[in-house]
């Protein structure tokens, strides 16, 4: 690989390039048939939890900010939403010309945009959800971006934001940057202090009805699903407690939430994931 970074596309061929991350692939929703990835987000776990927090405002006006390849905008599309994917990436395979080669194969009405979310091109009160996927910890000013998604939110609309890269300190943010598999091609990864999401989030005028760390919804563990976390937690209890003991306790909802919960307070991973959720007054 040479020293110069490559663009985001070019990042993503090269994983795709090689046989060893092909999981890894798989688990960002690469595929070569784009619309064969969102068709297996739709059916993933994680995208039914994300349902089931906004599916009282479904066939609405979605903003569906950073849509890389469109999966996220397809997935609304298919639950009866009008959606506009906002994405800068003009590429083919990971921007904006994807998510319209999608929009055509699958004859949904997805308006695409190619701007940045520190300015949306939209009037105030526009959409009852705003929502994304992998994207505040992408920007240039997480203040500037959730103010943006705040004034065109309608009153009462609805603020989504997954699997956002967290930090304990700022002095972790290297260390995560070393460790993810993409930045040092393309040299576009970021981590926030979970303080500085909230704050970002408050300042907006949107007002926090949930957080959930990386342990406590399956928005943020996915690809793993929710069968082998509670797995998971099985192998390790039977050791303490004997299988049958054991496969009871992980079958158990509110034994699963106390686990989650600890493992999340305990969770000190440089960028592990969070999702919030945010209303306008």
Known sequence: MSDKLLTWEEAVLWLKSQPDRQDLVRACYYDDSVLEAAQRFVSSEEWQAVFDIAKARMKCDVLDLGAGNGISSYAFAIAGCRV????????????????????????????????????????????????????????????????????????????????????????????????????????????FLLQQYYDAISQAGLTLQASYGHYQSVINYAPITRSQYQQNIANKLKKYVGLQLA??????????????????????TAGRLYSFVATKS
Not at 135 to 143: C, D, G, I, Y
């Open 84 to 191: 506009t994917a906002l994405e800068p990436n003009p590429s083919d395979i990971v921007g904006a010309g994807a998510i319209a080669k999608l929009a055509k194969q699958s004859n949904l009405d997805i308006k695409v945009i190619q701007s940045f979310g520190e300015s949306l091109p939209f009037a105030d009160n526009s959409f009852d959800i705003v929502y994304g996927r992998q994207v505040l910890h992408h920007a240039e000013n997480l203040s500037k971006l959730c103010q943006e998604a705040a004034r065109v939110l309608r009153p009462k609309g609805l603020f989504i934001a997954t699997r956002e890269h967290v930090i304990s300190q700022p002095q972790d943010l290297e260390c995560f940057l070393q460790s993810h598999p993409l930045h040092q091609l393309y040299g576009g990864e970021n981590a």
């Open 247 to 268: 496969s009871w306790l992980s079958n158990q909802s509110n034994f699963i939430k106390l686990v989650s919960n600890v493992h999340t307070w305990r969770d000190r």
